[in-house]
């Protein structure tokens, strides 16, 4: 050959290999890869950390790292790697796993991968040359020592390498994956990851989560996919199929989740979503369209319960014994199941010891008790039962002859073949009908009329204001009572496993998940919120919050509806407050939590105002509901003449504004939906040309009502972009409609003045421009004071209670919250949450009590209270169901008083700035 044909080889052999590397280095190598892509999937619980020293630090905060690295799984892994390093001669810093893993995303997934067995596949990326060889002298160090064996082995092309220690047999395989360790002592899992390569455009196991990412948001620590449909098959594993069957359609009600770990103080929180499951014949298709429930159950749960399972579905009717009375019975059964609440539970009582099965109660919430006890004496009746009764306190127990679990099917599940149908006592407490057998349900109300409960026990009650107000379903557990059940239920091996780690289970002996609906589940991509909250109570720790005084509230009949209207009340720096419930009652609460007087109101109350005295009313508390218009007197709640005002027959009021000039009778402006507006004074008049007037386009938010130079003026924005003004007759002012450029979802702050050109109004349009203008329709000013998105959702929040300032939200997708304070540039807010879509704000401006803003977040139900320099208040988010919140400044001390709505619950909370 000659030798330019040789350096014509050369040259081509040198050109192939560079245009090679140049390939892989930009397609191959910079296409990073997808852990989740390589996840099979069969797995039942998959794990992501990415900032490990942080992790570190806050288990070691909340005192968890010592219990953790004291599991037998963590000391022979230490072992190993201590080891390891002695042989390679390091100094045990430099090569720890923690500087390996840094602020890598590492991915840990769990799997079943037999009867009682489950394995765990670990993903960890390598960031540099250094990090790969690192990895692989260390393997190849172990496997020259004579304790391990390293061999490698080829599959479809690919090199696996399998360490073995000796003595036990046990194998560690690897596989290097595009500078991507996939790790796993199951080498059958690792050959799974291969077969999953075949398939690069499959599904991942986070698809129906592809655009979320949790570990994005603040103070997160770690990810959690779970999938629901084999957590029964990780049940088999731990505990005894025979202790969980009954509840493993509970299941499904939820397909999988993808949940945020945060690590704070006494608490440890999973909270995410959920996709609700489809598969025909699951528990979602019953429950889909019933409401969250709150817990009620505390006032009548003994503090010796270990577990509670809650269901909010109403029961399902059991069916009557074949017999010459049969019809009556089965018609008596399905009124007393109609007389039941859409919420039933099961509580499970601690063991005297591992071998004794625990005491069990079923709860039936019973809206009206004595229809209820009348059709129990019914069913009583017509199976036989004698008319005796026993006396617990001032509880009656009687015999139902209807068994527990046939009341119970939603919740229990069927029966299984020949399992026997235990007979049942029941009695009615507190609105509850309880169920057990004699022996149990005697134990349980002697605890209850000794007042020995979760409502009145400090513990229960700091951790029950902690868990979320309402749920579809809520599992709570006190490991410390459900000790001996545990070691009843869990399989043999591992119950030796959970003696030698007591002091992990017992860090944090309160432990609730919950999974709440979305308020809209027939809306395309609808989820289940569910968190799953560990908690540590400490001595005395009552229901105090951290930054906050103690919480004081009062407990109501039905829930409680709307946002809590705050009325100083002399002599007390705490304010009073009315509310209303879901039964349409509305009560006057006093500073001290009493209820002055109740009134019930024809419909939902959207308006609510105090009124002041004038020409023709003596003032009082104005509000609206139904087709009514009520003036109410704080101190008896009588109504003062001419009031109640009724609107058309087929009208119903969603919001009221007042108005009341000095020297003139009040106004009142109504508005019945987005387009119809009625304009009143105190006598009930209505005058020309608002009856109703009738706009032209849906209201962006609430109509203005002013009094300018004597004149009544109504500033109307509607959604279309235009500010429409009219006079008391209904005219439009000159200069109007203006147009502000770009769509409204707000209403209008108001500067009002004594002339119409003086006066200023301000809106935001949707293309984040504060526009300013007057009541002779000049444009004033035009900023922008956001940026701007197709996607971002802008809206004005004039301040609560009147005043001229004002704030703007921003919500954008992905969670994404801005609160601006015009005219400051930068948000004094900024927050990324959960939920997406606007989020309800509230701005109160206090003076020189300073600013606050409460922003809601339904879909967990909880309110976050910011200060001006956007300090969370309290330290945390505060549950709340309600629309709103009320708050005052007491200046004196300089702390503000929260009023929220929990539930059937009114609560009260001091905070600190």
Known sequence: MSRKLWALLVALALLLALATYVYYRRTVAAQPVDAYALVPDDAVLVLTTRDHPALVRHLQEIQLWDNLTAVRYAQQAADHLAVADSLAGGTGRNGSLLALLGRKQVVTSVHVTGPGVFDVLYQVPLASVREYRQVRGLLETLGRDRRYRLRQRLL???????????????????FNYRNHLIISTNAALVEAVLQRLRHPGAPTVLARFADTDVLRLPEIDAALWLNFRRLPQLLDVLFRPAAH???DHLATLAADGLLGLRLTGPVAELAGFANPETAHGALQ??????????????????????LVVQ????????????????????????????????EMAVAYLAAAAPGVAPGRLAYLRCPAPARTARWLGEVRRR??????????GGYKIHPLGVAVDALLRPLLGPAAPGEPVPASAGALVDGYLVMADAATLAGALDDVGAGLTWARTPAYAAFLARTLPRARLGLYLDTRNAWNGLLRALTEDRRAGLLRNEALFKRFPQMAWQLVPAPDEAAPGAQYFGRLLLHRPSAGMGAVLAGAGEVRGRVFRSPLVGTPLLVAAAGTRVPAALVQDSAGVAYFVSPDNGVVWADSLVGALVGAGPL??????????????????????????????????????????????????????????????????FLLDAAGRQYPGWGPKVLDFPLAGAASLLSVGGRDVVVCPLQNGYVYAYDQRGGLLPGFPLSVGARLMSGVAVQAATTLGRTRLTVVNQHGELVTFTLVGDVLARRRVATWSRTATFRLVPATGGGTSYGVARDDEGGRYDFYLPPWAAPVVSHRFVTSGPKPTQFFDFGSGGRVVAVGEPGPALAYVFDAQGRLLGGQPLASTGAGVGLAYHAATGTYQLVRLVGRELRRTELRP
């Open 245 to 247: 069957a009954r509840y």
């Open 612 to 677: 002041p005295a004038g020409p023709g009313t003596a003032g009082g508390l104005a509000l609206a509901a139904g087709r009514r218009v009520h003036l109410l007197a704080p101190a008896d709640g009588h109504e003062a003449p001419p009031f109640p005002l009724n609107l058309p027959d087929t009208v119903r009021a969603t919001a009221l504004q007042t108005s009341a000039p000095a020297g003139v009778a009040p106004r009142l402006l109504v508005a019945a939906g987005a387009q119809a507006l």
């Open 383 to 392: 199976t036989g039962q004698p008319p005796a009764f026993t006396r617990v």
């Open 285 to 306: 298709a019953q429950a889909l369209g019933q409401p969250a429930q709150p817990f009620g159950l505390a006032a009548v749960l003994p503090t010796r319960t270990a």
């Open 156 to 174: 479809d092309g690919q090199e696996l390498s399998v360490l073995t220690e000796v003595r036990t047999e046990t194998s560690l395989t690897v």
């Open 311 to 342: 269901l909010a579905m109403r029961p399902l009717a059991p069916s009557g014994s074949a017999g010459a009375d049969s019809a009556g019975l089965r018609v008596a059964l399905d009124s007393l199941a109609a007389t039941f609440g859409p």
